[in-house]
């Protein structure tokens, strides 16, 4: 195998695998990365055996091969290398030269067997969907999911593939985020995938926003391809619990708010509020938003923030941190809120949002302590 590349075609292919790389790992060769040839350049692939990127990137090449290299000391070496063409060769199977300007490196790679293949996922029935779209769903709902090992299930995202839309949720059992984008997708079939957040974002960093994606699946992996890159992730398996049992129909009180006002408001009560619970008491008036905070051995703090409110007083307790997390990805300038009564579910959404999707998130209430 014989080729030269630019030094930045080399770092951007490196930069898109980079994170599929395990820090450590058992088996030598998953901390390569897999260099082949290709019609219109190289191929670079990385896997942890859960996540694999591939990626293909411009180069001229002389002699057809495959390598596989030390994904780290690769980087380093591209990093520093002087602003000139690098040539890269493989002798046999596993020395690999490289040279830029006046430098000269020599790896020591592993054959190309050695190398996971990736899993066969059926392109022929596939969805599409901007990539602008796509990366809308993965950030607003994402950051809800669980980090608790108990429930592996909530460790995904639900993501639900209709012919007509695309629906992406995720939750810790304490709140929730759910989005729905229209799409239109004639010959894929209806299914509900389970995916890990770390692909998502994956997907999210490495695809541009105007590219549209294929997307589809295999036994029980999902795979999302452009014309130059792909990702390969496995499923989470099992069933998600039903969500809409928790989202409320017939919350009867509506507060409209300042975003940033409420966030400001947030921070500041956020000081004096507990470590453990960061639970503050929402006061709602017509007209008026109270915050109260009292927190034993150490203080306590109020503030007041004027809203749009219909419907009776409520006093209602909530985890500041929760409220802060959504309100991060409200697309709006306002948000609206609806209660029902303190110890039921309350729902956030953007007010007065013209984009096609729709969007809701759900947080429930911590019992107040008087």
Known sequence: MRFTISRE????????????????????VLANILLETTDK?????????????????MADVDVPGAVTIPAKKLSEIARELPPAPVKIGAVGEQRVTIECGR??????GLPRDEFPTFPSVRFSESWRIRSGDLQQLISHTSFAVSSE????????????????????????????????????????PASDLIVPP?????????????????????????????PFTAVFTRLIEGPYPNYEQVIPKDNDKVAVADKVALASALKRMSVIASDQTH??????????LKFSVQTPDLGEAQDELPIRYTGDQLDIGFNAS?????LR???????????????????????????????MCLVMPLRLVD
């Open 41 to 57: 350049g190289i191929k670079l692939s990385g896997t942890d055996l859960d996540i694999a990127v591939s990626t293909e990137v």
């Open 149 to 188: 090992e108990s429930r592996p299930i909530l460790n995904g995202v639900l993501w639900e593939l209709r012919p007509d839309k695309m629906r992406m949720v995720a939750t810790n059992g304490h709140r929730l985020a759910k989005m729905d984008v229209p799409i239109v997708s004639a010959n894929a």
């Open 198 to 226: 770390k692909a998502l974002e994956q997907v999210r960093r490495l695809f541009p926003a105007e590219e549209e994606l294929e997307i589809a699946r295999g036994d029980n992996h999902i795979g999302f391809r452009s």
């Open 103 to 108: 430098s000269r490196f020599k790896l020591l």
């Open 322 to 326: 929760y409220l802060l997390e959504i």
């Open 279 to 288: 639970r503050i008491r929402l006061s709602f008036n017509s007209g008026m």
């Open 9 to 28: 075609k080399l770092q951007e292919g490196l930069a898109a695998v980079a994170a599929s790389i395990p820090a450590k790992t058992t088996l030598p």
């Open 329 to 359: 990805y409200i697309p709006t300038d306002e948000v609206k809120m609806t209660f029902k009564a303190p110890e039921r579910a309350a729902t956030l959404e953007p007010e007065g949002w013209k984009d096609p999707a729709s969007y």
